[in-house]
């Protein structure tokens, strides 16, 4: 089992990330998106048309993670 403070699991494809956390029983999942801001990255939950197919990807694969806990 993973560190306090530190995701169950993580899916990413593309830029598209699918972080699962565990809470207690219950299971939360973050969607987010990798963007670059000169040199900086950074995180958003804005996706763009291109990102959806790689965002039900990673959200699919979430949900078989939390299914076989």
Do not use: C, H
Request: proline share 3%.
């Amino acid at each position: 089992m993973p560190r306090a403070n530190q995701p169950a699991a993580k899916f990413r494809l593309g830029y598209v990330t699918a972080t699962v956390w565990k809470n207690d029983d219950f299971f939360n999942t973050v969607l987010s998106k990798a963007y670059k801001d000169g040199d900086e990255w950074k995180d958003t939950d804005q996706l763009g048309a291109g990102d959806l197919l790689n965002a039900a990807k990673v959200l699919q694969r979430a949900e078989e993670f939390i299914s076989q806990q």
